[in-house]
């Protein structure tokens, strides 16, 4: 599978001013969240200094000698550009703005399904804009806002902005912390020692030694200052609407997310897909690394041989295929090594986490055929995409996706599997099991009420009940 998340988020407020390390290391347990720009932003709650950059984490760090930077408070961000959009340095986040004598620095992960309308009020506000990035909107709408306290903020915010933000606000000498009401994105709060950590996902806090307290809750704004943490509600009532695709494919399978284990959650799905096995078959084989802890429930519950027919390199990176004019079979055996000692004959369930466009699914059955693969039963531990989302998750056009005008006899005919078998949404709920705090509009092209625009494209696309 191969979907671009849009962010990771790390902030900490520490007695200490030495946190630069600590944000770094923070940070680059979320480098899967995002690989094209990240940032660092660090404050001693009176100056601000800032350096982000296209590149990845590390990259970036050393660049802007980041370690040398001082004070108590400080984000850090990862990010992903989003789609049709091209690396741009100056959509590279935090973004800071002074205002009233404070500096603010905001980081953010999701995506405003408004955007455009923001943007287009904010111009004609006469703003002004360095970037072509929603996240300058969400910090000049907050900083905008009426309201003394960050929750009167965020209360004229959240009437005005639809779609998903987790966020990360510096605020003079306070941390904030806030998300939006239906939860769409992950962020957790975190202790280490006296310091107060917030991150998009608890491996992180596991990175730095640090103790998991809770997730923020959606509607939920954290103020960290000298006085300790305060908590605040914000914004209209929403049901939860937890990103599901975190847990099949974002987040790192050693998080905790939305109350569940990712890695296990994996696996349940993996097992849930083997009890629907219909074929005799005789090696289970993951998609490496996403489809690996479905396929290990999948064929547990078989009770078949799991076996590595594909090892993927770790030599190689987009940067170094893409621009070879190599077909898409060549540039998935670039980046898969199959064993032919493993394939050979064999019948076998390609079990991966999830199809988007299908043409890497393609190209690997073609593979797996061409190293000697007797058949392939093609295995997806979760639901036919069939929409695009709005809430920060980079997905093609729905014309793109290959579930969203095929029967799944198309699907397996345009594969070349011997066939293909998915999870249906109630199983992916089952597995879920607080299935109504999740969302799941990519599976269904039903959006929650209120989280798009009344005239967005998406809406004319809705599914018959
Ligand atoms: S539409 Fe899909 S990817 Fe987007 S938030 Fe909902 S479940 Fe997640």
Redesign the pocket.
């Known amino acids: 599978m191969k ?1 671009k998340d849009e962010c990771g988020l790390f902030g900490i407020y520490s007695r200490s001013s030495e946190i630069a390390e600590v944000l770094h290391l923070g940070l680059f347990a979320l480098q899967h969240r995002g690989q094209e720009a990240a940032g660092f932003a660090l404050s001693d709650g009176r100056e601000l200094r800032c350096y982000k950059d296209l590149g990845l984490i590390q990259d970036v760090y050393a660049k802007g000698n980041v370690r040398l930077f001082k004070g108590q408070i400080g984000i850090a961000h990862t990010r992903y550009s989003t789609q049709g959009e091209s690396a741009r340095p100056e959509n590279a986040q935090p973004f800071i703005l002074r205002r009233a004598g404070r500096w603010l620095a905001l980081a953010h992960n999701g995506n405003l399904s408004n955007a455009t309308q923001l943007r287009e009020e904010l111009l004609s506000d006469g703003v002004y804009f360095n970037s072509t990035s929603d996240t300058e909107s969400l910090l000049h709408l907050y900083a905008r806002a009426l309201g003394k306290s960050p929750a009167e903020k965020l209360n004229a915010l959240a009437a005005k902005v639809l779609g ?1 933000y987790s966020a990360l606000l510096i605020d003079g000498d306070r941390l904030i912390a806030f998300r939006d009401p239906f939860g ?2 992950p962020l957790v709060l975190g202790r280490r020692n006296e310091d107060w950590i917030v991150t998009s996902e608890t491996a992180a806090l596991d990175m730095v030694g640090a103790e998991c307290v809770r997730e923020i809750e959606p509607g939920e704004v954290i103020i960290i200052d000298r006085e300790g943490l305060h908590s605040q509600r914000f914004g209209p009532q929403r049901p939860r ?1 937890h ?4 847990l099949i494919y974002f987040a790192r399978p050693d998080s905790r997310l939305f109350g569940h284990n990712v890695y296990e959650f994996r696996k349940a799905c993996g097992d849930l897909l083997a009890q629907k096995e219909t074929h005799e078959i005789d090696i289970v084989v993951p998609v490496p690394d996403s489809g690996l802890p479905a396929a290990l429930g999948y064929s547990r519950r078989l009770n078949k041989p799991l076996e590595f027919g594909l090892i993927r390199s770790h030599y190689i990176g987009r940067s170094f295929i893409e621009p070879y004019q190599a077909s898409r079979v060549h540039k998935v055996r670039m980046k898969l090594l199959p064993l032919r000692e493993v394939l050979q004959d064999r019948c076998i369930a390609l079990v991966d986490d999830s199809i988007v466009r299908g043409t890497t699914s393609r190209a690997i059955v073609h593979v797996l055929r061409e190293f000697g693969a007797r058949e392939v039963h093609l295995r997806i531990a979760s639901p036919p ?1 069939v ?7 980079d ?1 093609p056009t729905r014309e793109e996706l290959v579930a969203s005008t095929r029967t799944i006899p198309e699907i397996t005919r345009f594969m070349g599997a011997d066939s293909v078998i998915y999870l249906t949404v109630e199983e992916l709920q089952y597995c879920a099991k607080d299935s109504e705090n ?6 269904t092209a039903r ?1 929650p009420e209120e989280s798009l625009p009344s005239e967005h494209p998406a809406l004319e696309y809705l599914l018959p009940k």
């Open positions: 979907l998903a769409f994105r609407r990103c599901v695709f975190e995409i929409a695009p989302c709005y809430f920060g998750i997905m999740f969302c799941t509009s990519c599976f959006y």
